[in-house]
């Protein structure tokens, strides 16, 4: 590969692609640990894990050498064939699954995952509304996006979109409302992502699992973003609910492209033969990638980790008592800055200090980090925090 300078890669990157994306103006060309370089040599610490997919940061040598022996074996094997380390990732995947939750279908990203589950409800109850929350986000693909609360996102396709209702989140009442007969499913994040970090408050998702078995109507659970990074497997489980279907995706594999779509065993067996399918889903290389995630996850004791380390951060980012921070919300390492001002000039100012993060609505700057982040890392990060907020509000 002929090498180019900066400026060269940039305007290629923009002449090529069409003009979906806000370019952050760097060119990143390796990772390691919770730290990414660019082009130019500067080192930025990782606080969006490239939406939360890297939850064990980058090159992570565990995962890194399982690829490669995978690689050197088999790439794709279509799942109407068996496959020895897709049948050992899904073992261990349903292993730390919620209680009920007995298969997968596998593909390849969130919004399949989600698309899968919304397929599947409306197979198995011959039903086609579905229930979702205002502010969820749920993917771009046409199921997902009907289910997304965001109306800029879906202005451009209603006409071609499913039925959905939106109910504000976390309003158990407006949800029992809005479900009747006519309900396949309702789809919830238990902690809203995109919309601005908001944890599920004590009791709605249990009310909303009565809501919905009453009405024989399924429950969806998109765990996408949440999976792993709350202090347990599945943020569900910090509620004691165990859904229908449940998706997940972006840290699974740690960067490999790969979606899940769990499901109870009533469900599996309730679906017609054919109904869906995916030609790369389940490849043996994600699934490789996957099982190294998982096993990683659990003997380096990740999952504990992510609670104390993300309550510390938490703890230090209120202790900054900034005047432009209204708010620090989240669980574990999945945690939202709510902002007085726009969320955009502070990440510009933590760019520019070497640390990337994500935003979450206008307001909110979201940090979803590896669960590989040290204590020392935490600490670089919030001093860096409170130097953006303060050149921010300088201006």
């Given amino acids: ?60 040598p565990r995962v890194t050498a399982a690829i490669v022996a995978q690689a050197s074996r088999l790439l794709s094997c279509h799942q109407s064939f068996a496959s ?68 800029k996102y879906r202005q451009p396709f209603l006409a071609v979109l499913p039925e959905v209702v939106h109910v504000p989140y ?50 969806v659970l998109d765990e996408v973003q949440s999976a792993f990074r709350t202090g347990a497997w599945f943020a569900c489980e910090h509620a004691g609910v165990s859904p229908d279907l449940l998706c997940v995706a972006k840290g699974l594999a740690n960067g490999v492209p790969i979606g899940a779509t769990l499901m109870t065993e009533d469900v599996a067996l309730a679906l017609p033969a054919g109904v869906h399918g995916s030609t790369f889903g389940g490849n043996p290389l994600a699934c490789a990638a996957g099982l190294a995630t998982l096993e990683t996850l659990e003997d380096d004791r990740l999952i504990p980790g992510a609670a104390e380390l993300g309550l510390y951060f938490r703890q230090q980012l209120l202790a900054l008592g900034h005047p432009l921070v209204r708010d620090v919300r989240g669980i574990g390492l999945m945690l939202g800055l709510d902002l007085k001002v726009r969320s955009t000039p502070v990440l510009k100012a933590l760019q520019e200090r070497g640390v990337l993060a994500l935003p979450a609505g206008t307001t909110v700057v979201r940090l979803l980090p590896p669960l590989i982040l040290s204590r020392d890392e935490v600490d670089l990060a919030v001093a860096r925090i409170a130097q953006a907020l303060d050149a921010v509000r300088e201006r």
């Fill in 1 to 60: 590969m002929t090498a180019r300078s900066t400026s060269a890669i940039l305007q290629l990157d923009e002449s090529l692609q069409p003009p979906l994306y806000a370019k952050r103006g760097i060119v990143l060309v390796r990772g390691e640990g919770a730290w990414l370089y660019d082009s130019d040599g500067q080192r930025y610490l990782d606080l969006m894990s490239n939406y939360g997919v890297n939850i064990l940061g980058h090159a992570h």
């Fill in 84 to 151: 020895d380390v897709r049948a050992a990732f899904l073992e261990k995947l349903l292993a730390v699954a919620p209680h009920g939750l007995s298969r997968a279908f596998l593909s390849n990203s969130g919004a399949e995952a989600v698309e899968a589950a919304l397929k599947f409800a409306w197979a198995v109850t011959g039903r086609r509304k579905v229930v979702a929350a205002k502010r969820g986000y749920h993917g771009r693909t046409l199921g997902a996006l009907a289910a997304t609360g965001e109306p």
């Fill in 170 to 219: 976390g309003d158990a009442a407006a949800l029992a409302e809005a479900v009747d007969n006519d309900t396949a499913a309702v789809i919830l994040e238990p902690v809203q992502g995109e919309g601005g970090i908001y944890p599920a408050e004590p009791g709605y998702l249990a009310e909303v699992r009565r809501i919905t078995r009453e009405a024989g109507a399924l429950l």
